[in-house]
């Protein structure tokens, strides 16, 4: 799956049911396969988890009453210098006079965008390997992707929380991480399964048993997330939320977007499919001018992986 698909796969389409035989289908057990399927439990159930800043700082960032100042002071060291070259960097318009107060640091960029750096910098360092990040770079940057473009669809759409849009789309398919580092010997059979023509969640299905969306589902839960959350995770590819199906189809879309499943205009369409529609008082240019932005966001996933990495390349 990646971009520059045919015009014929770019059109609107009701997708929630695509893959559901292949998701719903029970392959026959093997002791193999139930070795694999045990195999994730286990790396799951030891799992890390995310640090207790996230919550704490992103409950603080919630609140109207909090001052830059305040939320500042809970920031730990590594936040605080990720914020502050942020907003030192070009693509927040830092320029000349190099920024060296934090709590200013955070009025020049926003609460927004701190909230963006502290899930996304947290959930980098909890789960990355070193050795492996730039062969896991797509992925990252895949998520960071969707997780921006879930929040702005959050906004255009009304979703009353645009914090639960990035932190799913952030969090998405982090079953895909899971398998490509714990299970490489899986990952490899699944990849040559792909290459072969299976599709990608079948695949998964013959090696493990479970989809990378279901796994994610799981490490989900094991995070504590809320049920909500969980069920949109797992549910991203087959659709079948019975929690919160709104995020979940914002998150479904977002995801599709991202991959270039779906262009800007096959996108709106299919929302209003769904019944959601953008505000009424939107015209062609506003809609132009909301396109472009989602385009942007992918230089930014880019410039958040750089920052959550370190790296400047």
């Known amino acids: 799956m990646g971009k520059g698909l045919s015009k014929k796969n770019m059109q609107p389409e009701h997708s929630c049911n695509l893959r559901e035989v292949v998701l719903n289908a029970k392959p026959p057990s093997t002791?193999?396969?139930?070795?694999?399927?045990?195999?994730?439990?286990?790396?799951?159930?030891?799992?890390?988890?995310l640090p207790q800043v996230v919550m704490r700082v992103l409950s603080m960032a919630e609140s109207p009453k909090i001052s830059a100042i305040e939320l500042s002071k809970a920031l730990d060291q590594s936040l605080a210098s990720k914020v502050l070259k942020l907003a030192n960097s070009a693509f927040y318009g830092g320029r000349g006079q190099k920024i060296s107060n934090l709590h200013h640091a955070i009025m020049m960029i926003g609460f927004e965008s701190v909230k963006e750096i502290i899930l996304t910098t947290s959930f980098f360092h909890t789960l990355h390997d070193a050795r492996d990040?730039?062969?896991?770079?797509?992925?990252?940057e895949h998520s960071l992707e969707c997780a921006l473009i879930a929040k702005r669809l959050a906004w255009i759409y009304r979703y009353d929380s645009l914090d639960e849009a990035y932190l799913s789309g952030l969090t998405h398919d982090i079953g895909r991480l899971v398998i490509q580092q714990y299970f490489?010997?899986?990952?490899?059979?699944?990849?040559?399964?792909k290459k072969?023509?299976?599709d990608w969640l079948e695949a998964e299905k013959e090696v493990l048993e479970m989809t990378h969306a279901e796994i994610g589902g799981k490490v989900a839960e094991r995070w504590g997330f809320p049920a909500n959350l969980i069920d949109v995770i797992t549910h991203h590819h087959d659709c079948s939320w019975t929690q919160n199906p709104t995020m979940g189809k914002i998150l479904h879309y977002a995801d599709r977007f991202t991959f270039g499943e779906l262009d800007f205009p096959a996108m709106l369409e299919s929302f209003t499919k769904e019944g959601m529609n953008p505000p009424s008082t939107w015209d062609s240019t506003d809609l132009a001018s909301v396109e472009q932005i989602l385009?942007?966001?992918?230089?930014?996933?880019?410039?958040?992986?750089?920052?959550a990495t370190g790296k400047n390349s």
Not at 31 to 49: F, M, N, R, S
Not at 133 to 140: A, C, F, G
């Open 31 to 49: 002791g193999k396969k139930q070795v694999a399927i045990d195999q994730v439990i286990q790396q799951i159930e030891h799992l890390p988890t």
């Open 295 to 307: 385009k942007e966001e992918a230089e930014k996933a880019r410039s958040m992986f750089r920052f």
């Open 184 to 193: 490489l010997d899986q990952f490899e059979e699944i990849e040559e399964k």
């Open 133 to 140: 990040v730039q062969s896991l770079r797509p992925l990252w």
């Open 196 to 198: 072969s023509g299976r």
